[in-house]
């Protein structure tokens, strides 16, 4: 149980006009005004399945954290896995904290934020090995300016990989036919099925609420499920159950992933036709209404 709230700052340390939403120049602003994004791979991105088999490239949680914060200011990532938003966090001088239940991803966000030297920054950047259903205990009210994080989709790996989108001697890979789940705790969200799963992440995105300042911004990454050939929406499972719970929907911004997916085969060819599902994924964009406590 813990009653101590963590020692972290959450105030702005820039000079920008405090009615800003960020603190980007005009020119800036215009280059993220497409609602298709795409993010390349750099060098710090872990890519090792044996590492963690769903880490979202540092591109993403860095557009996200300098569209919707200022320095100083504090980022939450409640399924922080080898804590890839943190470190776009220490990058850009914002505190942040993650959570993420499998002790094994903690140690080794702990590691690779260590590794990561920057000159001149003041700013925290905390991993903590717990259930997301406690992040309350552990926060202030009105602290976070941004969450951001790619949850689990649901159960998607907690079934052998068939490597459908691939081809020939590519499909056969070590990866074929092996689970890759994070872990079989029954409060990881990656062993539930789809509703119970949306459900859960209602449960935990209701005690997030309060913890957001007005107006912060609330951005989830998504994609939807093929399973026994057919079509889960996932992505409009979550915005039914956040907006249940008091979070309005900004904008759904489609993540173009066709420069990271490398040899894809036709899917159902030739007795069906299915839309390639691993060519892009949802960014869904939410907030707190200024008027909800
Ligand atoms: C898609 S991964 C996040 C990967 C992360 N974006 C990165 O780049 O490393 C989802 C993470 O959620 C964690 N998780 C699942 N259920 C959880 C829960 N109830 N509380 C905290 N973390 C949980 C899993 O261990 C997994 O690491």
């Known amino acids: 149980m813990v009653n101590k709230k963590i020692n972290i700052s959450n105030k702005k340390i820039c000079k920008c006009n405090n009615n800003h939403i960020n603190c980007l120049t005009p020119k800036e ?7 298709l994004w795409e993010f390349s791979y750099e060098k710090r991105d872990i890519r090792d399945r044996d590492i963690h088999p769903a880490v979202f490239p540092i591109a993403l949680p860095t557009k996200c954290i300098q569209l919707f914060t200022h320095k100083g200011e504090l980022v939450l990532d409640p399924f922080c896995g080898v804590g890839t938003t943190l470190l776009a966090a220490k990058d850009l001088e914002r505190n942040a904290v ?23 920054n003041n700013t925290q950047q905390i991993a903590i090995c717990d259930d997301s259903n406690n992040i309350s205990k552990h926060l202030e009210k009105e602290s976070v300016s941004l969450c951001v994080t790619s949850p689990p989709y649901a159960n998607m790996l907690n079934r ?10 590519s499909r056969i890979n070590k990866h074929y036919k092996t689970i890759q789940q994070y872990s079989d705790d029954p409060r990881d969200l990656g062993t539930m099925e789809p509703k119970k799963f949306a459900k859960e992440m209602s449960k935990i995105y209701k005690e997030i609420l309060p913890l957001l300042k007005p107006k912060a911004h609330c951005v989830i990454n998504i994609t ?27 904008n759904i911004i ?10 894809a085969g036709i899917f159902g060819w030739p007795s069906n036709f299915i839309t390639l599902g691993t ?8 907030w707190k209404p200024a008027d909800k406590k």
Request: aromatic fraction near 12%.
């Open 29 to 35: 602003w215009m280059k993220h005004q497409v609602a």
């Open 98 to 120: 993650g959570f993420d239940l499998n002790e094994k991803y903690i140690k080794f966000t702990k590691n690779r934020l260590s590794q990561q030297k920057l000159q001149k």
């Open 160 to 169: 052998p990989r068939l490597n459908k989108s691939l081809r020939g001697k």
């Open 224 to 250: 939807d499920l093929w399973q026994d050939n057919q079509r889960t929406p996932l992505h409009m499972y979550i915005i039914d159950e956040l907006e249940k719970v008091g979070y309005k929907l900004r």
């Open 254 to 263: 489609i993540w173009d992933r066709r420069n990271l997916v490398n040899g």
């Open 279 to 286: 060519t892009f994924e949802y960014i869904l964009d939410f």
